[in-house]
Each structure stands twice: as C-alpha cells, then as structure tokens.
C-alpha cells in the first residue's frame, strides 16, 4: 500500500486533535464559526459533510501508515499529549 519513499510522519498532539473533530464534531465547529459571517453561507452543506468524509480518508491513510510501519515510526511525540 505504501509507496516507497513517502513517509508518514504526524505529531502526537495533531493526531489526536484530528480524532476530536471526528463524528461530524469538525463539520459542526465550521458551521458555528461561520454562522455568523456577513457573506453566510460561506460553505454549502454538501461541502461540510465532504470535510468530515475527508478526515475519515486521512485518519485511515495515518492507520494504513501505522500498521505498515509501526506506530514509533509515524508519530513524534512533542510533548503536548
């Protein structure tokens, strides 16, 4: 799966940022962020549901990476977690 050469690397603290927005928790922040804006909406819901489609793809591209390699060689701990 992996192409040689491309590496997977990600910080602690951005991974597991990544998961708190999963659920559909990243669409519903970007909908109260923009809410309130002059020019609302600013993004069609067709577009909120493809940003938390679009999580789901990196959180599984972030797995495939971890259980080809193995979890030391894509996460750097950076002492936020």
Same mark, same amino acid.
């Given at each position: 799966m992996i192409v040689e050469g491309i590496r997977c690397r990600i910080r602690t603290s951005t991974l %597991?940022? +990544?998961?708190? +927005?999963?659920?559909? =928790? +990243?669409s519903r922040i970007m909908q109260q $962020?923009? =809410?309130?804006?002059?020019? =609302?909406p600013l993004? =069609? %819901?067709p577009h909120f549901k493809a940003m938390d489609r679009r999580l789901a793809i990196? +959180?599984?591209? $972030?797995d495939d990476f971890v259980r080809e390699l193995s979890i030391d060689a894509v996460l750097v701990s950076d002492g936020f977690s």
């Open positions: %597991e940022r +990544l998961y708190d +927005l999963t659920d559909g =928790a +990243l $962020v923009t =809410a309130d804006d002059p020019i =609302a993004i =069609a %819901e990196v +959180l599984h591209t $972030v």
